[in-house]
């Protein structure tokens, strides 16, 4: 059976459950690394200018019109 847990890995690599977890089992696991939500923001802004040439053009008004049925 699969089971996910959330948890923190300290600067040594220690794994530590960040919910209550008796006992962490041994043997293989798959790990994924979250970005954290200030990387994200800063991508985002840094993108907005580039993306905004695109999001501004009456194309693409046209192109999400059936989207917005009040308009």
Do not use: N, Y
């Not at 798959?30 to 053009?57: C, G, M, N, Q, R």
């Amino acid at each position: 059976m699969l089971q996910t847990i959330e948890v923190e890995i300290d600067a040594s690599g220690r794994v530590h459950p960040v919910e209550p977890f008796e006992h962490l089992p041994s043997g293989r696991a798959l790990l994924t690394f979250l970005t954290p939500v200030e990387d994200v923001a800063e991508t985002a802004l840094l993108a907005e200018s580039a993306l905004a040439e695109d999001w501004l053009k009456s194309e693409e008004d046209a192109a999400w019109a059936h989207l917005q049925p009040d308009r």
